[in-house]
């Protein structure tokens, strides 16, 4: 098995993301971290090559040098894929550029600051015929592929409810403005985008409930607040939602829930039963059901759904988390990049979904009207 | 300590409330049932009342009889209360009747059918100087009481985030119409009113979040959904809440969340931390922080705020339940019938809240508007 | 249905386990209490009987007059039977008279101060032709007879592994001679017995695990432990069990398991899978298996076995607690003292089995042997 | 922050534990895999190599060919350490060849067969002065270290109970010769040692309850069963522990407890409270106390000792698992390596504790004698 090389835009020393990204390219052997641009202060950009052992003339000064100096590259040495993990508004142009270079992409959601630019982006993608993947994590965990599974098989029957949550609570207090870095961007409408809280977890939640149930939000009506004074985005949506078929869901999305860590929750019911899942416990799925005792699948467990368990890396009961759900995003898309083809991974579609989310609720949370569309019908 | 006597209106055989209702009364030795008309049905009203050991003569064939009937004996003899567990449609006029003949009353939820008919009951008590007590059983449990003293206390800080679930699945199926005496009146908007869910259930959820916040809803945004087809009224309510001060809150409430058994949640979140609550598991009260670990409160354990270890009979790890918090506002109840004042019970005004929220509810659903007040200033 | 009349012996105010008794016996409205001796304290006796709202002429000032007294009543008034809820050394006297005077029993563990007596107690309840009955209150959770079910269905297949321990932390400091009246008899071998933790939570422990797999233990081995300095009886029990046919268990009690509150759990793995219950949750049983997900069977839920459902009260997810369990052993014991036999309860072939265990533990903890023997073979 | 080279004698294609040690070397991107002797069947040993991405010439035929060959390559291209992921007879063989040859040797557990061979691999580590690490994985947690280091500052008090459990299910069945190839090995007596279920998880237990504690077991009494007929090997293990200054413990591991996957949890009760951590959910640690609610002490949350949050890749709520504590073990091994120094990981000291444990539970388990001696003066 040949390991893909990788490039990197964003991650400098003190990032969050970038560094999840590295673990999780690195876990199952399937990708070499070849060459970066990891951030524009020169100091840092130099010192992240160096504590990650590439060879200096490989960290650039900037992204576009980045893709220059690579293109420059002999086919066998140059990174094969771009892996953007910027602020969002650096989304769109660095995607962009990259596809148009040849480059497959692995980018940081949200896709980008508007609906407009991801279907730039989408354009792009389609006229290089690059990849382009979406880092639209928790997708990435077995148990969510085991409901996914369960629910397309009709285990629930006919979907009549989905309650989708994230609860964060590290934006309680105003700390925007006190150099936390993390902090500082989320909240700042000319990097993070129109939407806050929004754009940066509650476009998790409403993936992972579409992506799930197999249903389009048709309808979205939306409250959307900012609690901390001073703060230049929302930090909590509240949504109501329609969903093709008639199914009702509830979507919270909060970072000032106080005392929350990562509470991504997903509840489905149908005409036969219901099923839950909490990140916080990702290996756990519970199934309930209207005529028999509830049942708790597990990763690793017994009788998943086929491809289910090629997911998990260690026996039942050896707790696998956060990173390698993100290395199941990292594989499926090496395998696509080889040439592979094979498992699924969130990218185009996904991410126009969200951002159309984005707008609606953002147009519906200003308006008097309580109920917004999504366009339920198209098929990008 | 002299007992109470009480009398009962509904609870025939095969009926729950009234079972429950009967054992709360009995359970701390506050209450004897002295007298009833617990059917109209006469067989089955002789054999209630053979079953529970009371005289011949204070079974009466209709609740005009008892409350004729019980206002002949002398004063040491007959009921002090009434207990009022029949449907909904009954509860105005019987509570009404009940006061107006010298009764305290203790009735089941919703208060009754209307705004307007819950106004007539306030005025009735008034207008007796009679007690006027209202199921609203969950805010019987120790747990409910510790989160109202902290939030009291301001340990959350100023309120922020509201999130209240009360889930159950018993009408999953078209069980309306095969003869399922619960599910039969609740579905028939001549004996449940104008909600089903809403007014069941719904009202559980939303008097516990007020309950607990101390904080009035000024306004809600809705969702009324029948899933089950040839339901006549909802069976499913999403809704979304604004506080006074500013917090929002989310309402799910559902009797079609298939597997779910009788799940009613309550998160709150303020500025320094937040509480969370589950009914099916009462005695546990989680409080987290965002500066140190999060708590587990326990019914019986230390550190409780004053007052809650009185609703406790045992030790802290033997577990109470819902016949206990139910008992709780009966012990109440007596406390005030005897003239000793003291502890809290739901009434008129919890009452005229649901009966508001009810009418707010149907009426924003039914509209294009996001919002629809919930006169957030009355005081009665 | 006629209720029954009950004499109680011990439990006046302030004492814990004659309370517990009296709203078990009150719940299901097949006890009156009629008569009492609750405490050799006058005034303590009296204020109790008050409370309870006795006849004053049937607040008797010893248990003897209590006998005498009550055998001088009516048939039709007297009271029918007795409950027995002193500290432990009197037990058996009690029992015994109370037997032979013509009442039914209904007796606090454990059983007595020996084997000895117990045995007395035996003769005495088979001599009279009268009922004894023993509160192993958990035996009375409905999950608990559920669990008893399926080992005996045998969906278990062979039992391999036993694992039960009961860990409270009440008795971590040294409160014995502090004037706590719980602590003060429990610790005195005069009143307690042989055993401390032993006698007090370790029979439970004992009895749980023999009942729910119906198989007896043959031998034990025991680490007897007191880590209070100045205690005079163990608060600390570790065993090892063998039982009849090979299966291997573990039997943990404490009183010293710092913060824990009342950890009653039992555990049982046989061939095909295995079971889990945990007092302080006690409406769930989980079942695990080998080849399937684990199912977490629910109080009043689905596919429960025969007869179970009819402990419950109320319907599934309004949860039932220790009161709840102590009332079904009342109810039971009802059934029988009315001639309609029926459900089980725990009785003397329970105390035995316990008293034996006390004796064998005592004995090999003091010895240099590893195994003592535990007579499987009775069957009393 | 230059990698290191890491070689494995082990691990060849459908091995468990091989491939977690190459994800676990990789997550931080310390540690190049370089060389491998994966397996003496040449076709596994070749294409494991391939499938890693080694250069041909360092996939070797032998563990002997490894050693030889990398000893012959210039210092700076050669393995610095060998993993040795063999069955347990290899372990001391190979570790005390791979030591003389000057290679540092991370080994899986058990040390050996014996604590001959134990002191055998001691003495060649002192002798050669190269560092010997032990896969003890589960004190990789930093939730263990959380643990450790609040038991240490005496927040529980002196200690007096300590539970340890070990509980899997999949050695239920007789498959030991059914052609599993981790059953296979793990019930020969040649390839396993002494111990069947002791050596493979209950000296994990044990290490466990020594580690967190930081105090040693004085004496053992043991039932050890093999409840599969026909396997060679005991597949369930009961102990009772004394531990220095009096602490009792109770250690339970087993194979055959059906249904568990990898259930290994501790608890350790002192004067004043008392703390819970299950290796199921490992980013939790509940502690409780005598006179305050229990916190729950988190991964990533606030309020940690020194030095744990070190050990965390991501923010609270982003769940890590078995492969990065096992990740941990290899950075401190790293640092070690490196001659940073820093960091704790197990060792010599915790081989032979564990190993003397394995002889005094065997030999208990063959006597009538209750207790069997640890050396608990020991300080290698």
Chains 1, 2, 3, 4 share one sequence.
Not at 112 to 138: D, Q
Request: hydrophobic share 45%; glycine share 12%; aromatic share 8%.
């Amino acid at each position: 098995m040949t390991r893909l090389r990788l490039a990197m835009v964003g991650g400098g020393e003190g990032a969050f993301i970038g560094a999840v990204h590295r673990m999780a390219a690195a876990l199952d052997g399937d990708w070499d971290l070849v060459a970066g641009a990891f951030s524009t202060d020169t100091g840092r950009n130099t010192r992240t090559g160096t504590q990650l052992g590439l060879a200096p003339a490989r960290v650039y000064a900037s992204f576009e040098a980045m893709i220059a100096g690579e293109r420059a590259l002999p086919a066998d040495i140059r990174a094969q894929a771009v892996a953007v993990v910027t602020p969002n508004h650096l989304h769109a142009p660095m995607a962009i550029a990259a596809l148009d270079a040849g480059f497959d992409v692995l980018c940081e959601k949200p896709m980008a600051m508007s609906v407009a630019e991801s279907e730039a982006i989408a354009a792009a993608a389609k006229a290089s015929g690059r990849h382009f993947a979406l880092a639209f994590t928790y997708s990435g965990y077995p148990m969510i592929d085991e409901a996914r599974a369960r629910v397309a098989r009709g285990d629930l029957g006919a979907i009549r409810l989905v309650q989708v949550e994230y609860l964060q609570g590290w934006l309680s207090l105003p700390i925007d403005g006190d150099g936390n870095r993390q902090a500082e961007w989320r909240t700042d409408p000319a990097r993070a985008g129109l939407g806050g809280c929004l754009g940066d977890i509650g476009t998790h939640a409403f993936h992972l409930a579409e992506h799930v149930c197999a249903l389009r939000v048709e309808a979205v009506s939306a409250d959307l607040t900012t609690h901390v004074p001073g703060r230049r985005l929302d930090d909590d949506v509240s949504a109501m939602l329609r969903f093709e078929g008639g199914a009702r869901g509830m979507l919270k999305a909060s970072q000032v829930a106080a005392g929350e860590e990562n509470a991504l929750t997903l509840r489905i019911y149908g005409e036969r039963g219901g099923l839950e899942w909490a990140q916080m416990e990702p290996n756990t799925l519970v199934m309930r059901w209207l005529d028999r005792p509830a049942e708790i699948v597990r990763t690793g467990g017994p009788a998943l759904q086929p491809g289910v368990a090629a997911l998990t890396r260690t026996p039942s009961g050896h707790p696998e988390g956060y990173i390698e759900a993100f290395a199941n995003l990292y594989r499926a898309f090496a395998a696509t990049v080889r040439g592979e083809g094979g498992r699924w991974f969130p990218g185009v579609v996904d991410g126009l979904r969200t951002m159309r989310f984005i707008e609606a609720v953002i147009a519906n949370a200003a308006s008097d009207r309580k109920w917004s569309p999504l366009y339920p019908g198209e098929t990008e």
